[in-house]
């Protein structure tokens, strides 16, 4: 099935025309806290620490959540996606865990950043980065995006990675770039919020183009290298400033 992405780059559900199971929910907050003994122990293992939802965290969620709605059509998606959310354990205050799997199909993990003045975006980009992953899962098990799993260079990981693990990365951090964009053109920003978003684009838009997207191209197959196009064109037109 060749896919249509004339809707928008996040928007991939509606260009494949594939239902979702489990329909959304109305916002964030909303969603589940599926932790069980299992699971906490699982994760452990690898060393990701779940902690509990309270009143506190939730109201972080509204508020990252409110950021996320300036952006109508990405928070359309993310609640179609999201239904579930476990908080994790950072090591510290200056970072940020995220945690998604395929087999989890509508649950993401993120960490609760301190109460700063960019603490909300912080926990509203690991949102937003998580349920691209999880969008981008979903096309992947109705649509073969890769022909060609040989490995090549992920500037997220600095190191080789199969191709479809730099297609997600490219995918995730594009739509951050977009959600980024849309935040900018808005007013009602604080200073700090302002030159935080300043500093991830920075950030994310020399990590994308650090993508080898020759090496890539030629490992996607058509419906691949159609999200592929959007996002190499969406990089390639993106300039950010920081704020004077």
């Known amino acids: ?20 199971a489990g329909g959304g929910i109305e916002s964030l907050d909303q969603a589940r806290e599926p932790l069980t003994r299992k699971l906490t122990d699982e994760l452990a293992a690898r060393g990701l620490y779940l902690r509990r939802r309270d009143a506190i965290a939730d109201l972080a969620i509204q508020r990252a959540g409110m ?8 928070e359309g998606v993310i609640l179609e996606c999201v239904q579930e959310l476990i908080l994790l354990q950072a090591p510290d205050e200056q970072c940020d865990v995220s945690h ?17 003045p960019v603490g909300d975006l912080r926990l509203a980009e690991a949102i937003v980065h998580e349920a691209m992953h999880l969008n981008l899962s979903f096309v992947e098990a109705h649509t073969q995006l890769i022909g060609d799993e040989h490995q090549l260079f992920s500037p ?6 199969p191709a479809s693990g730099v297609l997600h990365g490219l995918y995730v951090f594009a739509s951050l770039l977009r959600f980024f ?27 994308c183009r650090q ?6 191209w030629h490992r996607l197959t058509p419906d691949g ?20």
Not at 67 to 74: G, M, N, Q, V
Not at 186 to 192: D, H, V, W, Y
């Open 1 to 20: 099935m060749m896919l249509d992405f004339a809707e928008d780059l996040w928007n991939l559900n509606p260009a494949s025309k594939i239902n979702r």
């Open 67 to 74: 950021l996320i709605r300036r952006a109508p059509l990405l």
């Open 100 to 116: 998604s799997e395929p087999r989890w199909p509508h649950l993401i993990l993120v960490s609760l950043p301190p109460q700063t």
């Open 156 to 161: 997220w990981r600095l190191k080789p990675r």
């Open 181 to 207: 964009k849309v935040l900018q053109l808005q007013e009602g920003l604080s200073l700090e919020q302002q030159e935080h978003i300043a500093d991830r684009c920075t950030t994310i838009l020399h990590e």
């Open 211 to 216: 993508v080898p997207q020759n090496e890539l």
């Open 225 to 244: 290298q159609a999200i592929a196009q959007r996002i190499f064109e969406l990089v390639a037109r993106q300039t950010f400033h920081k704020s004077a």
